[in-house]
């Protein structure tokens, strides 16, 4: 977006509705509309600056009161500049601008309100969670065989029908898991999305909810913790009912079914290579804005520094040079461990899951054709429910990666050139 008429001092302008966090540092402010899903961190003085603005005061007037004040030169002409460019700014003069959250898509779940959710995140249901919790631990210090065991997933000889069941369980603790994290996001009156995306190799169910950088970084963290919590107390229940409530052997092995797919899911948040629950923890712990990029710009930046050691070339600039000294030290650091992370993860893939998938695929596919041609239909049958699920994760996985990722996939055109 353009501004529709020229900025300059004279100008004034009438800025939307905007979060303005100091985040706990002194020194910047997080500025944005939680309802378009743009935020930007700013210097002390540019966030005092939009302030100004916000009051009404021309550009010209802010800009030498803040110089003034302050003693420093400001170019709070550029500052409007770019905040037009993100959505911020309503009227400009007497021009309208286009509101870019027209063209947003709406949070899930709209009519969800604060007052609907704030109470599970209260202090009855976090000493709830902590006596479940806490139970559980108890329980499995007498009863260490109620861990589950690989074997539990395999509740039935069948593995299409085991596949078919055990998928449809992880959709629901995965969509639980989401849906308190949107319920979190709620609970401080901003808005959330729930979508599929990818991470290396794993197609993710992931819930958007960049808004919550309107709200002060304590309260973030109930945001990011809020899906491994409710694992951690379906987990917890799961193995009390087991321990205690001694249900029938059928449905025993689909209770443990149910915890192993818990379980296996809880480490998959703290993989911080990724952008999983406990990446967000770590950089807010590291108060960095963006850790994942920033640490694969740096590890990018040694790369190329190798080649150009190798060629005799000048080196390349450091991108983390920008950043301070306490975030620069984070970053450098995380790049570091980013890169052999990201690697086992992607070896540990092609060496294991991958082979387990095509060898299942392969059998599926021998016992769907020999359900076809005179041997055991009920085997054929259990062998296309396996390819119906498996194909559709994989399949969906392909298009998500695919829709992520459309500068992979588009032809560049080549450059027009006149003379």
Not at 158 to 171: D, E, K, Q, R, W
């Amino acid at each position: 977006m353009t501004a529709p008429v020229p900025v300059d001092t004279a100008a004034t302008l009438l800025l939307r509705p905007l979060s303005i966090q100091a985040d706990d540092d002194p020194d910047s402010v997080i500025v944005g509309r939680p309802e378009l899903g743009e935020f930007v961190s700013l210097p002390a003085l540019y966030g005092k600056a939009v302030e100004l603005l916000g009051g009404g005061l021309p550009i010209g007037v802010v800009q030498r009161r803040i110089e003034e004040e302050h003693d420093v030169e400001l170019d709070v002409v550029q500052l409007v500049e770019a905040l037009v460019e993100l959505g911020f700014v309503a009227r400009l003069n007497d021009a309208d601008l286009p509101d870019p959250a027209e063209q947003a898509p709406p949070p899930h779940l709209p009519w969800l309100a604060e007052r609907h959710v704030r109470w599970l995140f209260g202090r009855p249901m976090r000493v709830l969670w902590a006596v479940v919790v806490g139970a559980a631990l108890v329980t499995l210090f007498g009863r260490p065989d109620l861990v589950p065991v690989y074997h539990d997933f395999f509740w039935s000889d069948y593995i299409g029908l085991t596949t078919l069941v055990n998928t449809a369980m992880f959709s629901v603790v995965i969509s639980l898991h989401e849906l308190m994290h949107l319920m979190a996001a709620r609970s401080l009156g901003t808005p959330a999305r729930i979508g599929f995306g990818t991470r290396l190799h794993n197609l993710v169910v992931q819930t958007d909810v960049t808004a919550i950088w309107s709200v002060p970084r304590r309260s973030r963290y109930r945001v990011y913790l809020a899906g491994t919590a409710c694992d951690l107390f379906l987990f917890a229940t799961l193995l009390l009912v087991l321990a205690h409530a001694n249900p029938p052997e059928g449905i025993a092995a689909l209770l443990r079914a149910l915890a192993l797919v818990i379980m296996l899911s809880v480490p998959l948040q703290m993989h911080v290579y990724m952008r999983t629950d406990f990446y967000f923890v770590l950089a807010d712990l590291l108060r960095c804005r963006n850790l994942f990029g920033d640490g694969l710009g740096y590890a990018r930046h040694l790369l190329r520094r190798v080649i150009a050691v190798v060629k005799r070339a000048r080196p390349p600039a450091d991108p983390s040079a920008e950043l301070s000294a306490r975030e620069r030290r984070a970053v450098r650091i995380y790049a570091v461990l980013l890169v052999p992370s990201a690697a086992v993860a992607l070896g540990m893939f092609a060496i294991y899951t991958l082979p387990i998938i095509i060898s299942s695929l392969i059998r599926a596919l021998v016992a769907v054709w020999g359900g076809l041609n005179g041997g055991s239909l009920l085997q054929g049958v259990d062998g296309g429910l396996f390819l119906l699920v498996e194909g559709g994760i994989q399949t969906l996985f392909l298009v998500t990666f695919v829709k992520s990722h459309p500068h992979w996939f588009r032809r560049r055109r080549p450059a027009a050139e006149v003379s």
